[in-house]
């Protein structure tokens, strides 16, 4: 009998399993993926390696305090060789029509950045920094109340509950309303894909606490994404433990009313494993697909109240020769066509993506080792691809679609860096199927649950779910991105062995 069951090895599954094993639990971490790392794997195409959903990750730099906690969290877990790359200072440039706005960090340099840029508009931007940095106050309350331990969460409402009220039903296009600038207004919106949802229904609290995140700057992992597997799974097994591959849950075993264990198809096989305590890091709808119907109908009404977020169309790009010396650089490149930036790829086919996000890994590793990569990613709507997501299409005339998608993509970014084109050896496109096939994604979603007003207060992604001993992590829980994830499996493992908080809190 094993002490904890962790289904799925995603960087928030990866977290909870090797937390638990610094304190003794022998954890089976089950995969259902032959590469364990969810949105950390990295795969190959001929000479070149591509790093599927890391372009950057915040909290890792050399200084102290919170701006490195993810850092000291990682080196504490692994085996303390994980080392990250600063990537370039303008770290996102954002690109409109006939205008270029580089965002550097930390927030002061980008303030003032702003203030040189738009003279006019100097209340403005102040108020809206103002207004960010309330925003996190609030997001940080909000977040207590729902999954750190009761005492926690009371001590938050006392202090800050009415203001976290006040924010918490505010959107991203609430406050860009308030700016009059078209383009500063473009340049404040612009990385919403971030977390996956346009400005509309995106929480305000959300994009405060993303973009926030890079004031201490924005680093890559050296030696690539893969190196969170690598480095945390060896404290896992250190402790007893096992990862098992290919191994697809079926169903989680509840009996007098608690998660007891798991079905497992592995290799053609089913078995049951048994352990004291279960985490799901699949997702909050997947995990009650793996729940008999009868089990927390609270639960699963509340839950599927919530919608899947957006998905995306991902071109990865093989290229040949100095990319350096024809203007790339380690930044990424926020791209939309007009000034109006919140708008999702609805017809991929027959036109352009409103907005591009185009991104260096191999500039961004300087362990790398091969011919330089590319990607370039749009945020697409569900309805492309609903005909095949859900079977109505014979899936026969997919691959043709998909290839005039990647063939529009690719002319986009052709485009918009003519000096690479030339230099572009080769092209695959991933769209919402490919999420939904590799990391069972619902309905191919970038990041799980919409980041919407309504999920940020959802009681139905608490860490603790109504079924005993039955936990979550991942994205679901704790926000989109690789620390927000990272962060929920550690307070899964903690919810289960409490001297760990004292961890998170160091």
Same mark, same amino acid.
């Given at each position: ?13 990866? $977290? ?19 590469? !364990? ?23 890792? @730099?050399?200084?102290? @305090? ?83 331990? $009761? ?12 203001? !976290? ?14 700016? =009059?600038?078209?383009?500063?207004? $473009? ?5 919403? $894909? ?11 609290? #959300? ?18 994404? =893969? ?39 592995? !290799? ?45 169309? =991902? ?90 998608? !990647? ?6 970014? #052709? ?78 493992? =903690? ?12």
């Amino acid at each position: 009998m094993w002490h904890v069951i962790v289904i799925g090895s995603g960087i928030g599954g990866l $977290a909870a399993a090797a937390a638990l094993a610094k304190r003794g639990r022998r954890v089976l971490l089950l995969e259902q993926h032959t590469v !364990a790392g969810g949105q950390t794997q990295v795969f190959r195409r001929h000479e070149w390696v591509f790093a599927t959903g890391v372009h950057y990750v915040s909290g890792v @730099g050399p200084q102290d @305090g919170p701006e490195s906690q993810f850092r000291r969290l990682l080196d504490w877990l692994g085996d303390g060789t994980l080392q990250f790359a600063p990537c370039a200072n303008p770290y996102d440039v954002v690109r409109l029509p006939d205008f270029e706005f580089g965002i550097s960090h930390p927030e002061a340099a980008y303030r003032a950045a702003l203030h040189e840029r738009f003279p006019s508009e100097t209340a403005s931007i102040d108020r809206w920094f103002h207004a960010c940095h309330e925003a996190r106050k609030a997001g940080t309350t909000l977040m207590a109340s729902h999954q750190l331990p $009761a005492w926690i969460g009371w001590g938050f409402r006392i202090l800050r509950g009415r203001q !976290a009220d006040a924010w918490s039903g505010r959107t991203l296009a609430d406050l860009l309303a308030d700016i =009059a600038h078209p383009q500063l207004r $473009a340049v404040l919106g612009a990385r919403w $894909a971030d977390y996956g949802a346009p400005p509309a229904i995106a929480p305000f609290i #959300e994009h405060a606490w993303v973009t926030g995140a890079y004031d201490g700057g924005a680093y890559f992992p050296v030696g690539g994404p =893969a190196r969170f597997a690598e480095t945390l799974l060896p404290t896992v097994r250190s402790a007893g433990g096992e990862c098992r591959l290919g191994a697809d849950v079926r169903r989680i075993l509840v009996e007098e009313g608690r998660a007891v264990g798991v079905e497992v198809l592995r !290799a053609g096989s089913v078995t049951v494993e048994r352990a004291e305590h279960v985490i799901s890091d699949i997702g909050v709808a997947n995990t009650l697909s793996c729940l008999d119907g009868s089990v927390a109908g609270e639960w699963r009404q509340k839950a599927s109240a919530l919608e899947p977020g957006p998905g995306f169309v =991902a071109l990865y790009l093989g290229l040949e020769g100095d990319i350096v010396g024809a203007g790339a650089t380690s930044a990424n490149h926020w791209i939309y066509e007009s000034n109006d930036i919140g708008q999702l790829w609805r017809q991929p086919a027959d036109e352009d993506a409103p907005g591009l996000f185009v991104s260096f890994p191999s500039l961004k590793d300087p362990a790398w080792q091969g011919p330089p990569t590319a990607e370039a990613l749009a945020v697409v709507d569900r309805a492309a691809f609903a005909p095949w997501l859900d079977k109505q299409h014979s899936a026969d005339d997919y691959p043709a679609f998909k290839a005039w998608v !990647a063939q529009r993509l690719l002319g986009q970014f #052709e485009r918009h860096f003519p000096t690479l084109a030339p230099m572009v050896r080769f092209h695959e496109a991933a769209t919402p199927l490919t999420q939904q096939r590799f990391v069972r994604a619902v309905d191919g979603s970038m990041y799980g649950v919409e980041m919407s007003v309504e999920r940020l207060v959802s009681d139905a992604l608490r860490l603790r779910t109504p079924v005993p001993g039955l936990l979550l992590a991942g994205q679901d829980v704790a926000g989109p991105g690789v620390q927000a994830a990272f962060m929920s499996g550690l307070m899964s493992a =903690a919810t289960l062995e409490p001297s760990l908080w004292r961890q998170l809190s160091g």
